[in-house]
Structures are given as structure tokens and as C-alpha cells.
């Protein structure tokens, strides 16, 4: 049985195509930046959707000219900034949130801070070709502890991830690009046209199997990344005095221990039990088009 559908306020929905939920960040006064409010209505929404059978693609978008300016300092500030963390402890709305949908984050403006990783967190990136992209924590004080690191690391050359997360500067649309952090880019006004003809060349494949395709990719990056970190951890610095300093805080990844996953012959087997799987079978001896249910 599906969930009825969220009543949301800063997250606003809509059923653009057949199989995808549309969700805008609504609070284009504060560029989108995200409250707690809006953190939980997005939840609300990411839910519905991994409970939604009919709802295979997420396209995440933002209201006005920006797609995400990051947290709401206004909160931010408060008590180390617990309200802007999500339930699953993360420093974006999307970090560490169990889902299996893919989403595709169209950025109609510019994304910054905690904007930009939850775009990164995202499973493809469409851009206007006017957006900029910036990490610019540190010209704060602070650090983008939100899974650009570690999202950064995986994707650039070294240099480049330290150029930007270093820095803090913007960088254009089209370097963006050609860095490959975006998939691609659109002309203004057909940013929408672009993320909905992108979910269509997802959804013509077996959903159960695209979703069992990403889950094995992401498994086996986290896999990577955990275990490359087998360098001896460096000595702290040391005060005038002699002792030691606290150490650096953690790049917000998630250290707690992780359950088994299934190997890719065991995901393999589950999807042949399923009735797409049946389909497919079919769908090549009768000559036609499979119709995918999801199931």
C-alpha cells in the first residue's frame, strides 16, 4: 500500500511524467537554503517515494534563480548546527539517507555550500549553463563537511578537488562539466526538458535492475574508498606547550559499522524472482517492448 502524499510547505511536488516525482526547494527569498523544516519535508518526500512502487526517477530543482545557497545560518549558528543535520546525522538533507529511487538533481541556479553536496549526493547532475558551483566553507571558518570531500576525492584529480574545496572559489557550468561533475548542460528554460528526457532513458530499463545497478556502484565506491584509508593516521600538531591538540573533526562520512551486503550474484539471483525479470523473458520471444511493473 502506498503513503498518501506529503502536505509540505518548502518542498513542493509534482508528477511531471509517468514514473517521476518532481520535488522544488520552496524558499527562493533565502536562495533555498535548507531549515530543519525544510530537511524534514524532504524526508517526508524521499519516503514516499522509496515506498512509491510507480515512482522510479527524483527530480530534485529549486524555485527562483537558485537551485541551493546551503544550511540556513540562522541555524546553522545554533547549537553547532544540530537542526540543519538530517535524521541519519548527515550535514546535507540527502547525506547518509538509505534510498534506492535515483534522483537527478536539475540545478536551475547557482549551488553552494551544502547546496552543491546535495546535489553531489544525487545520482546525476543536469545544469543551466549559467550555474555556478562553490564550496566556500573554509573562507568561513568552517569545513564542507556535508560529503564533498570525500565526493571530490572520488571524482577529481587531486589538485582540482584541493583547488576547490581550498579555496573556496566558484567555478562555471561548463568547467563543471568538463571536470565531470555535471552530466550535462542546458540551454535556459530547457533545464526541465533535459531532466525529464534523462529520467526516460532511465526508466526504458528494468527499474529493479537500475536500482540494483546503483546500489552494487555505490557499494563497491564506498568499498574503495574504505579501504584505500590504510594509512597510519598522521601525529596530531602539538601547542607552544608541548601538548597535543584535539584532532581534526571527521569528514562527516559515515563511520558507524556497516551490515553485509549482498554480493552481485546473490542481487542477481533476487532480480531473476522478479516478475520484470519474467517480462523480459517474454517480452524477447513474443518481438516487443517489455513493460516494466517495477516488481
Keep these: 500500500m502506498t503513503a498518501d502524499e506529503p502536505l509540505t510547505r518548502f518542498v513542493l511536488a509534482d508528477r511531471p511524467a509517468s514514473h517521476v516525482l518532481c520535488l522544488t526547494l520552496h524558499r527562493p527569498s ?17 519516503d514516499y517515494s522509496e515506498q512509491n512502487p510507480e515512482i522510479w526517477t527524483v527530480i530534485l530543482t529549486g524555485s527562483g534563480s537558485a537551485f541551493c545557497s546551503g544550511a540556513d545560518l540562522q541555524e546553522a549558528f545554533i547549537d553547532g548546527g ?24 536539475a ?8 547546496g552543491l553536496e546535495m546535489a553531489l549526493d544525487c545520482d546525476f547532475i543536469v545544469a543551466g549553463e549559467q550555474v ?10 568552517l569545513l564542507p563537511l556535508g560529503g564533498a570531500i570525500v565526493q571530490l576525492a572520488a571524482r577529481l584529480p587531486v ?6 574545496l581550498l579555496t573556496g572559489e566558484a567555478i562555471d557550468a561548463q568547467r563543471a562539466l568538463a571536470l565531470g561533475l555535471f552530466n550535462q548542460l542546458a540551454a535556459h528554460g530547457d533545464l526541465k526538458d533535459a531532466a525529464l528526457a534523462l529520467a526516460a532513458r532511465i526508466n526504458r530499463s528494468a527499474p529493479l535492475a537500475v536500482q540494483a545497478c546503483n546500489a552494487l556502484l555505490k557499494q563497491h ?31 562527516g562520512e559515515n563511520t558507524q559499522q556497516k551490515a553485509p551486503q549482498p554480493s ?13 525479470y519474467q517480462e523480459s523473458l517474454r517480452a524477447f520471444s513474443e518481438r516487443r517492448p517489455p513493460q516494466w511493473r517495477g516488481r
Excluded at 535524521?87 to 538533481?105: E, M, T, V
Excluded at 540545478?107 to 551544502?114: D, E, Q, S, T
Excluded at 589538485?159 to 576547490?164: K, T, V
Design 82 to 105: 544540530i537542526k540543519v543535520r538530517n535524521r541519519c546525522g548527515g550535514y546535507n538533507p540527502l547525506q547518509h539517507q538509505p534510498r534506492r529511487k535515483i534522483w537527478i538533481a
Design 159 to 164: 589538485n582540482i578537488a584541493r583547488e576547490l
Design 221 to 251: 565506491l564506498r568499498t574503495t574508498a574504505d579501504g584505500e584509508d590504510t594509512q597510519q593516521n598522521p601525529p596530531l600538531p602539538s601547542t607552544d606547550d608541548g601538548e597535543e591538540t584535539h584532532p581534526l573533526p571527521s569528514t
Design 107 to 114: 540545478l536551475n541556479g547557482h549551488a553552494v555550500g551544502g
Design 264 to 276: 552481485a550474484d546473490e542481487v542477481l539471483r533476487q532480480l531473476q524472482q522478479s516478475e520484470d
Design 30 to 46: 533565502q536562495r533555498n537554503a535548507y531549515n530543519a523544516m525544510m530537511i524534514a519535508e524532504l524526508e517526508q518526500w524521499l
Design 132 to 141: 555556478k558551483i562553490a564550496l566556500p566553507e573554509v573562507t568561513h571558518g
